[in-house]
């Protein structure tokens, strides 16, 4: 064996270490999502504790991997393509690491929210719309362990779907402020709740991006699709960030 | 002169051209928040559309720092510090584009909100957070560029004083919601600005983490000071995230 081939292949398995705590972190992720969501919508302040007490794992674990990146870097001195690939774990980390973040904060809001007026059918809303997010996040994990830019691409497209139940939530919580003052405190949490969830798909979709990035050596053309409807009805929309 | 220096002051060399742009880049964003304040404070939709068109220029500076970052480290294989300082550059760009973003998103929502009831003294109030955090971020760029830890600790505790200025406008939009349904529509694009002038604060914190990780060799062990109000007052108040 030449010395090219094993100084390769000993980046290769730090590589994978390193992508095994990815997955570990997208998995901790992943269920502090649903954990929130349903915690919020049952009104479990048990299971929300739980999600709140859970994130500091992730922030742990993100910690590791930036430190283990440094030491792969500094010991392999990776050249292009691999070096490439171990910024992209620091990125990816820390995109993770903000939406276990938007996951904790949706989980103090179920205490929050506990002692105020239930806004129908909201809660339900906002669960279906975590899900949707958790699964964009497993496969966009699933796209970067097997390098596929097509369900990355497939991943940000559905990114709109996430703007959609966004905007169909905010002309919602305008219609129940405006119909009794009682329910204008709620629905500001809700709303938040709401818009973080929004933002954890944007979060994924830049996971997407850096996957689409690293297979094709390019980042995508319109990164984030446009879910703007301020010219339509400026009213009840939302500039995107 | 030995080898040693010469790669030394090389990396030097390369180091100092990378926080150039790193200052560029916290330039353009302080003039983006204060551009941006300015424009929703005044109603100025031309300058808004302004901060809106400038921020492309702020997303290419962080991905040419980010590239620049690469060949760095690619071309002088640096260690322990050195390497610890090129990694904090992707960190300090990935939050100046964060900023960059919400200051956009600000200036978007001056456009919304122009046709809308002007809600009292909440546009003056939203301007003097946001040059409080641009002041935040102004030193804290120094703090990097002078490796000034107690400088940067200093930012970390008037973070403090944004989270309490967002405290008191959310108190402030409850309140003129439940005045006049006419204002709920207005205060939601208001109460978004804010949190998101908050969040542009926890993104200057966030550096200065990053500064006194640099200089000390650890990071604060309270990184994010809490000034979560929600035992006092659950109905009036927000968690941190």
């Known amino acids: 064996m030449s010395n090219d081939q094993h100084i390769a292949s000993a980046f290769d398995r730090d590589l994978e270490t390193i992508q095994a705590q990815i997955m570990k972190m997208g998995g901790l992720v992943e269920e502090a999502i649903l954990n929130a969501a349903k915690s919020l919508e049952t009104r479990d302040e048990e299971l929300a504790e739980d999600v709140r007490n859970r994130d500091r794992a992730i922030d742990l ?17 990776p050249t292009a393509i ?11 980390s820390g ?13 103090k ?5 506990s002692g105020m007026p239930q806004i129908s059918g909201s809660t339900a809303a906002l669960r279906r719309m975590a899900r949707e997010v958790e699964r964009m996040l497993r496969d966009v994990l699933d796209s970067y362990i097997q390098r596929d830019a097509d369900l990355a691409q497939d ?9 959609q139940m966004y905007n169909a939530l905010f002309r919602e919580f305008i219609t129940f402020m405006m119909e009794d003052p009682r329910n204008i405190t709620p629905c500001m949490h809700l709303h938040f709740i709401a818009k973080n969830t929004e933002r954890m798909g944007d979060h994924v979709t830049s996971i997407a991006e850096q996957v689409i990035y690293l297979v094709t050596g390019e980042m995508p053309e319109d990164p984030r699709p446009k879910s703007d409807k301020t010219s339509v009805n400026p009213e009840y929309s939302e500039p995107k960030e």
Do not use: F
């Not at 809001?109 to 929210?113: A, F, G, N």
């Not at 991943?155 to 703007?163: E, L």
């Open 109 to 113: 809001r179920t205490t929050v929210l």
């Open 61 to 77: 674990l993100e910690e590791q991997i930036n430190e283990e990146a440094a030491r792969v870097i500094a010991l392999r001195a």
């Open 155 to 163: 991943v940000m497209h559905r990114d709109h779907d996430v703007d």
């Open 82 to 92: 691999d070096l490439r690939l171990i910024l992209s774990v620091i990125k990816i």
């Open 95 to 107: 995109n993770l690491e903000r939406i276990g973040d938007y996951a904790k904060n949706m989980a």
